[in-house]
Every structure is written in structure tokens, then in C-alpha cells.
């Protein structure tokens, strides 16, 4: 027997020392939050009951009736039970905690959850109040030896009957929303339900010795170790959750089907007031917009994301209070924020969204921070629903990318460039349209930008390439008196390795001269400061590749960077062309345009001719050759093929 008291009092012990390690390490946890504050409650009661179970041990050995402990002795059994029958339910809030069940859900379906573990409690308690003898739970009696005996009442079963239904309820939880969790929370919570089972099979065949305590300590370590860690997921500046657990979060919560608002607070001054006022002083701006939003919404619901952005979740509870929220957020956030002698005034957009309706899962949180602000004539700006229609669109043209590099759903058309001086036409631009089966025609105002936030625009730019140049050699298109072909370059393309190393390979496959393929870019690209990208751009000189200079007149170029980069072709963008319509200063804009450019001896593409009107007026100001509808649309290759050999009188390709 004394043997048996050393086990159990060892195992007590080291239940009752790792259960205390686990509470105080989570005592030091964001306990706003479900999770953590459960698993404080678990750790609590895997902690009381060892020092109960000791004393029972102490008192079945050593305790005698003379003694007058018996009082005491079940005190300690009641104070064993209420903490025990804690332990179940506590674990299935941790398990639907987890899997985005119960967070944020109204009071009511808290107090439901709780009702059969308050009823185990309040029996526990009037346990005691019946007669020795009748106790229906359990009670402590004196042996003919005069020693203390503990004894299992009829209705003893309550007990076990309800930490059954909790358990079965989390693993009902566990198993209808696994999709919820991640590979660690579902690794680390079956770990627990393998541990307490195992507890659980051991005390059975063993019920003298108290395995049960020591194993379910073991498994809240695991929990600790494994999911009760906030590294990583924390904002050090704020103390607020950061990017990554606001992505978890959402995703969680997706899973789970949870019905919510999502409301993001951004600034577009966040670099301009960076520079302005240094890191320390804008750190201090950031940490009063975190303290002020954790006046309006608790804390565990607020993350801190990156570059002047903030978060909130709005859960059911709350739901009838989002326009309050908003309004709440408009009104202070067009106010100035002053840290010391410090006052910033930044511009803010704030985005509702509510899931499911405008966000459908956690691929497209990304597009809330997406799209035009605006022109902000007011210090803060609003977008709700009606303005995110722009990301269930954006979603659909993501999955039609993917379908039109998988099915081949992507199309080069080709738009004639035609030259005045010989009234022929002499060069085409290369097109990328999709054509979807699901959503139809795609322009690439719409796709091209995807694609360049989603990085598939790499695998395009070599598709396009290819493509074109498998055209112009099966089709002989030189026989055609067409020159050179245009193709785009997107500036998101520059960063790809040894991509004029490539493009080589590409145009040697076919055998094609580089100089017959004239690579586009924007002026937007021309015009950055970026040592590195136009370093990238020269580099396609280098391997003998022209440049063309798309969109001239929408950017910043300068005349300087215009002759260093050896340009083959100016495009003049259309808006120019319109606005010499409109009156004498675009006219006359557009004309020194073209007078500077003939001076300097680059060759100029007028873009977007529609009409005669427009033909001869930038004819009278020496345009050299013209790209738009007057002359065709851009079309598919065979059409190209017809149009050119007639417009050119070709009858047949040699």
C-alpha cells in the first residue's frame, strides 16, 4: 500500500508540476481570446486536481475517524469534481475555439453550451447535503478498521454521462469543420485525444494507480508547445495580431462557413509620413490608431497589418452594429493624430466586405486592398459592397487565367500598323485576348492586370512570345512586306532571370533575327528611377532585341532617357490625338510632338486612329505611320494574314 501511495503521489506530483508550468505560461497570453483564456480553464483544472487526488491519497492511507477529517476529506473530493467536470466542456470550447465555431457567436448559444456542465456542478454541490448513507454521487465513510473508504453512488454515471457529450460534441466539431484547422491543429488535437484516452483505458484496468491526472497534464504540454505559442503572430509596435494571424483568422473562419464582416482601415499616405516623420514618431502615430480601434472593437478581433493597414472583424454579436462601427471610425480617422509635438493628418480608406457575400474564401482578401481609392476629396473614404463587385470579377478572370493556360484559351490577335509614306503596311502588334468558355470574351484591361498580381503574367509574356514568333515563321509574313512585329513586355516581366537570354533562345528556335521582334514598353517603366529595371531593359538591347515606347504621353519621359534608349518606335498614345481634337493647345501640343520627334529622327506610331478626320490631321503634322480601327481591329492571325495580302496587293506568299 505504501508503494501505491509512492506511485500515486509521483504521479500527482508531476501532474501537478507540469499543469502549474502550463498555467503560468499561459498566464502570460493574450487572454482576450477564446482560445487562450479556455485553455487557461484547462490548465486551472488539470491543476487542482492533482493536489486533490493527493490529499485523497493521503487521507485513505493515513486518515482514521478519530482523526475528525472526514469533512475535509470531502471537501477535497467536491473541490476534485467541480474542477474535473470543467475539464470536458472547457476542452470542446477549446476544439470549436479552434475551428472558428464559437467565436464571436451571441451569448445566448454560450450560455446553452454551458447549461449541462452547470447542472453536473450544482449536483456536485447538493451532493453533500444529503444524509451520509444516500449521498446518490459519491461520499466518504468510516471501514470497520476505523479508516477512511471512498464510495461511488448511484447516479455516479451523471458525471461520466456528460463529459461524454462534450467530447463527442468536440469531436463532432473536430470532424464536421477539420477543413478549419491546419495540419499542426489537427496533428496537435488528436495527440490530446489519443493522451486523455489513453489516461482514461489505463485508470480503467488500473484503477487503483492515477494515471488519468498525469496523462492529461502531458497533453495540455503538447497543446502548449504546439498551439498556445503567439510568436510570430504578433505586431511588436502594437501588440496587436498581425498580417499573418489575420489571414489564419479568415481562413478559419471561411471554413467554418461563418457569416461576418470584414472592415480594413489604410492609409495611402503610409510611406509619405514615414519619410516625414522617421520610424520612431510614426510608430508612436500607429500605436495610437491601434489603442483608439481597441476602444471600438475588443482586441482579439484588431490586427495591425502592414504598411499604415489595420483589421477588424466584425462577429455576429456585433453585426447590427457595423454602420455604427463605421461611422464611428469616419468620424475620428478625419480627425489628426498628435504624438508629442507631432500631428498627422494621413488620408484613410475604409472597405466593408462581408463574407460570403463579397468575399468567398481567403484567396481573395488580397483584393480589399486592391482597386482605385478615389479621387479623396474627402479625408476618409468609404467602400462597401457595391464597390467590391470588383473581386468576385477578379476572382473569376483569376480562374479563367488558369483555364486559358490549361485549355489554350488564349488568343494573339494582330493590329496592323500601316506607313504613309509608302501606304502600305508594313509592322503588327501582338495581342494576348482570352476567350473564355465561362465568361466570354476578356479584354486585357481586365485579365493583364491580374495576371501581373498573381505572377502568371511571366508564363504569358513567354507564351505570347513564343506564339508569335511560331506565327511569323509558319506564315512567312516578311513575303508579306511586314517588317518588324511589336510585342508587349510587361514591367513585371524585368525581374524574371536572363529573360533577354530567353527571349534568344526563343527567336533562334524559329529563326528569327531579334531585330525583327520589337519589344514594347510602357513609358510608365521609361520613366522610373529604378537604376536596376532600366539596367534590364538595356539589356534586350544588348542581345540585339529594338525597343519600342508604348504609351508616349501618359508618363514622365524625358528627351535625354528618349535618345540614351536607342528607341526603334515612338507610340503617341491616343488621349494625345483626342485632345488635339478637342482644340488649338492639344493641336498644338500634338504637332510639337511630332515636329520634336521627326527632328530627332525616331520613327512615330500615331495609336488609336478611328477615323479619316484623324488620319489627316496627324498626317498635316507629319505622322509616319498609323495603328488603329480606321485601318482594322486587332485580329486573329489568319485575318491578318487575308487583310495584309490584300491591302498590300499580294495575291500569293512566295
Not at 458525471?159 to 491543429?185: D, E, G, P, Q, T
Not at 486592398?369 to 479621387?375: E, I, M, Q, R
Request: hydrophobic share 45%; charged share 20%; with cysteine.
Amino acid at each position: 500500500m505504501f508503494t501505491q501511495l509512492n506511485i500515486n503521489a509521483g504521479l500527482a506530483f508531476g501532474a501537478f508540476a507540469i499543469a502549474l508550468f502550463c498555467f503560468a505560461a499561459s498566464l502570460k497570453r493574450n487572454l482576450s481570446r477564446i482560445q487562450h483564456a479556455t485553455y487557461l480553464i484547462i490548465c486551472l483544472s488539470c491543476l487542482v486536481c492533482p493536489l486533490t487526488g493527493i490529499a485523497e491519497e493521503l487521507f485513505l492511507v493515513f486518515g482514521k475517524d478519530g482523526d475528525g477529517l472526514l469533512w475535509l476529506f470531502m471537501g477535497s473530493e467536491v473541490l476534485f469534481f467541480v474542477f474535473h467536470s470543467f475539464l470536458a466542456p472547457s476542452f470542446g470550447l477549446y476544439v470549436l475555439s479552434l475551428n472558428g465555431t464559437l467565436v464571436g457567436r451571441r451569448k445566448r448559444l454560450w450560455l446553452i453550451y454551458w447549461i449541462p456542465c452547470m447542472i453536473v456542478e450544482l449536483a456536485n454541490i447538493a451532493n453533500i447535503f444529503f444524509p451520509r448513507d444516500a449521498r446518490p454521487l459519491y461520499t466518504v465513510t468510516v471501514g470497520e478498521a476505523g479508516n477512511y473508504l471512498y464510495q461511488r453512488g448511484d447516479y455516479m454515471f451523471i458525471f461520466y454521462i456528460v463529459a461524454a457529450l462534450y467530447v463527442l460534441l468536440s469531436l463532432f466539431a473536430f470532424i464536421r469543420n477539420i477543413r478549419a484547422l491546419n495540419a499542426r491543429k489537427i496533428a496537435s488535437l488528436i495527440s490530446f485525444y489519443v493522451a486523455t484516452l489513453a489516461g482514461v483505458v489505463i485508470q480503467f484496468f488500473w484503477k487503483d494507480i492515477k494515471f488519468e491526472a498525469f496523462f492529461e497534464s502531458v497533453s495540455i504540454l503538447g497543446l502548449l508547445v504546439l498551439l498556445e505559442s503567439d510568436t510570430g503572430i504578433i505586431n511588436n509596435n502594437t501588440g496587436l495580431y498581425n498580417e499573418m494571424a489575420f489571414y489564419n483568422d479568415n481562413a478559419t473562419a471561411m471554413a467554418a462557413k461563418r457569416k461576418y464582416t470584414i472592415i480594413t482601415i489604410q492609409s495611402p499616405d503610409y510611406f509619405q509620413y514615414l519619410e516625414m516623420l522617421g520610424q520612431t514618431n510614426y510608430n508612436g502615430i500607429e500605436l495610437l490608431v491601434a489603442r483608439y480601434l481597441t476602444t471600438i472593437v475588443k482586441s482579439q478581433y484588431v490586427y495591425h497589418l502592414s504598411n499604415g493597414a489595420y483589421g477588424i472583424m466584425v462577429y455576429d454579436e456585433r453585426q447590427n452594429d457595423v454602420d455604427m462601427i463605421v461611422q464611428m471610425l469616419e468620424n475620428r480617422l478625419a480627425e489628426p493624430f498628435g504624438y508629442g509635438a507631432i500631428e498627422a493628418s494621413p488620408r484613410w480608406t475604409i472597405t466593408v466586405a462581408k463574407v460570403p457575400n463579397d468575399i468567398e474564401d481567403a484567396s481573395q482578401l488580397h483584393y480589399l486592398f486592391a482597386g482605385k481609392n478615389g479621387s479623396f476629396e474627402k479625408k476618409v473614404i468609404i467602400r462597401d459592397s457595391l464597390s467590391l463587385r470588383f473581386i468576385k470579377r477578379r476572382s473569376k478572370i483569376e480562374g479563367a487565367i488558369a483555364r486559358g493556360l490549361r485549355d489554350h484559351n488564349f488568343k494573339v490577335y494582330y493590329q496592323p500598323i500601316w506607313d504613309a509614306s509608302r501606304n502600305k503596311i508594313v509592322s503588327a502588334e501582338a495581342l494576348l485576348r482570352l476567350i473564355d468558355p465561362e465568361l466570354g470574351f476578356i479584354g486585357p484591361d481586365e485579365f493583364i492586370p491580374v495576371a501581373e498580381e498573381n505572377g502568371t503574367i511571366i508564363e504569358l509574356g513567354h507564351w505570347v512570345f513564343e506564339e508569335t514568333c511560331r506565327f511569323a515563321k509558319n506564315n512567312e509574313i516578311k513575303n508579306l512586306g511586314i517588317e518588324w512585329l511589336e510585342i508587349n513586355l510587361s514591367v513585371y516581366q524585368l525581374p524574371e532571370k536572363d529573360l533577354p537570354g530567353r527571349f534568344l533562345e526563343i527567336a533562334h528556335r524559329y529563326g528569327l533575327p531579334p531585330s525583327f521582334l520589337n519589344i514594347e514598353i510602357t513609358e510608365t517603366a521609361d520613366a522610373s528611377n529604378d537604376n536596376e529595371l532600366l539596367d534590364r531593359i538595356q539589356n534586350l538591347v544588348k542581345v540585339g532585341f529594338p525597343l519600342s515606347l508604348d504609351d508616349y504621353g501618359t508618363g514622365y519621359s524625358n528627351f535625354t532617357r528618349l535618345i540614351k534608349s536607342r528607341y526603334r518606335t515612338i507610340k503617341i498614345d491616343r488621349s494625345l490625338l483626342l485632345s488635339a481634337e478637342q482644340g488649338p493647345i492639344g493641336k498644338s501640343v500634338l504637332s510639337s510632338i511630332y515636329k520634336t520627334m521627326n527632328g530627332l529622327s525616331f520613327r512615330t506610331i500615331q495609336e488609336g486612329v478611328e477615323t479619316e478626320a484623324q488620319k489627316n490631321l496627324i498626317l498635316s503634322f507629319g505622322a509616319q505611320m498609323i495603328q488603329g480601327y480606321f485601318f482594322s481591329k486587332p485580329i486573329p492571325g489568319d485575318e491578318f494574314i487575308e487583310y495584309v495580302m490584300k491591302f498590300n496587293k499580294i495575291k500569293f506568299i512566295a
